[in-house]
């Protein structure tokens, strides 16, 4: 049979990584700093473990049925709870519902707000996968350079203005994916009043707003939102785990109407065990001290690999000293593509993501790359940087 | 802010029963046969505690990290060897890919194949989340009739001729829901040469296709597939737990790729711990006799409510008498609106789904209704279908 795709399917090509990710799975041995994923450390097991012997205990039946779409109504009230005490989120119009993942909240918010004519703009470089949720449902993606502030406010304006109809704004503020970048106080609030002013909504991602190891909390754009404009999208993966696939969406409840409809028919609702797992866990445990504890992991690691990158990279090499996340950024000499060093780093032994993988346009040359400190153990950063800095010396004198 | 909508969103109305969830939820001591979950006798809690305690002692950490967009390797590879044994289901250009639970299937192939301007056509009645999440993609959703034999053969091939750009064929072939009916081997024959001259793709969706408790199994059209042009849609929801939202799809390799770009732009992955649940109990467990206790629960229960039927609801309502799955499907007299009924059945502590709801327009007047066996317990149906009966004869007097 010839097969006809939808428009919508076509607009998302595969990842320009996939090749390194295939090296890195057929290679045990690699060195890979290209993950996303928590510490191992950082994961609670046995808390979890603990909760999920009470809930087969007390609770096995409810955690095994069909739930509703909106998820598991304790969840729902101890996330909000904790949006508010947390981050001074959530306003008499807003409504939590719990979603499959942070990923969820990628997807719905799109395909309830464009149409294939619509413009949507994001960060330049951002979320591969925030990126490609947004092309599944229209086609027109913008991306905007960033400065040391976040998102170039001029561009921004210029973007807003020479494109038609546009409808949504997706920035992660907090730690950036890939940039490890947070956007100032300032930039925020200019940010939110150019799109109150241009009826544009804003997509908050922020998965890694709570993993700050240096510095001072700056607040959300969710929290400023006096005009229900802003989609806050969170998630329990780098808090808790990933592999449970618990998010969550705090919006206007007019947009949570559609939202829901939208999640109804996607996945019907989010798995319930655990739903009731988290709930367990806000509740009944100490999560600032559990927090703190990854924070101090992450410390320690960016640090570590902050101080190897120091003593190894060729000083044309520049990169990101983030206070949090997971994520360092670092820029090759003008003229480099990153794809090109990734390829001969995968031979070497060592794996990163190329900039271009972050790019709405993936095809074109990156000098930047992304390095990740969370998944790797200390042993792993201390082997792999010294590695990688005899590979970019390799490869920049080619 | 005033908010506009994507069109996709706007084709999907809420649920016309939402008012009468709404009661049911207000009013524990309703007698609800509205629902489709699996009995909670039907759910084997005490494996999968057994198979939780194993993989929180050798698989932790793996069980919470993150997985890949295609499923656990383990679960692909137990689901496609008992699609092939079970079913007969699986060719050379077949593969296999987790989802989070069936409904994730129903909405990722109109997704991946329908633009706006082209035509989707389902069974009429249909599974209401099914004809949605195809709306939810794109507007022209074209309902068939059904005779004993399944859908209208003569019908559809009109249906075909007469409407643009035809893609995809949405069909629950057996125990078919909200119907009870299943589609005739030679009927199934018909469909699928149809669909192949017409070059059609089919979403053959089978969630009660093991919940045969009479007579003899008829081959899914999967397993008649040598074209490959069907997606066959699978769950683990009814035969081991909903709550844990696992499903499968079994699609040839060309569509799969595009199915997993969808899936991974929808919820990255599939949570991980139920995955190896699943895995672990069908390698280790006896599905078999599993599967035969949870007949034994449905052919009890659906043999109750048909004799209390039969003793106590007036001559003119007409039903059907399943030999598998989870639903009987009633009728008023013409003229009758069941909405109607179901409202005032409701004000009596009876609740069940009127058949509006399961067309693709429903806001016209059906004279049918679902009721659901597996859910309530025999002691409510006991009660519960002498109220019905007494409500319909008020309702058919008035």
Redo the contacts between chains.
Sequence with gaps: ?????????RN?K?SAIREILKAITMNPDIISFS?G??S?EA?P?QE??EI?EKI?AHQ????????ITEGYAPLRESTADRLKKVFGIGREFDDVIIT??G??G??LTP??????E?TAIVESPSFV?GI??IK??CPNVIGIDMDDEGIDLAKLEEAIRTHKNV?LLYLIPTFQNPSGKTMSLKRRKAVYDLC?KN?I?ILEDNPYGELRFNGEDIPTIKSMDT???VIYNGSY?KVI?????IGFICA?N??M??LI??K???????????QMVCDEFLRHYDVAAHIEKIRGIYRQKSGLMIKRIEETFPEEVTFTRPDGGLFLWCTLPEGYDSMDLARLATQRGVAFVPGCSFMVDDTAPCSSFRLNYSTPSEEAIERGIPILADTIREFLSK
């Design positions: 049979m010839q097969y006809s795709f939808s428009d919508r399917i998302v595969p993950m994923s928590p191992n994961i097991v979890i473990h999920a087969f096995a039946i409810a955690s095994l049925q069909y739930g499959t993942g990923q969820q990628l997807e395909k309830i707000l464009l149409n294939p619509d996968s490609n949720a599944s449902n409808k109150v009826n909504v005009e229900g404009i993966s785990s990933p592999g449970m696939r206007p007019e947009l109407q559609k409809v939208a109804q028919v996607g996945d019907c609702h989010t798995n319930m065990f655990f």
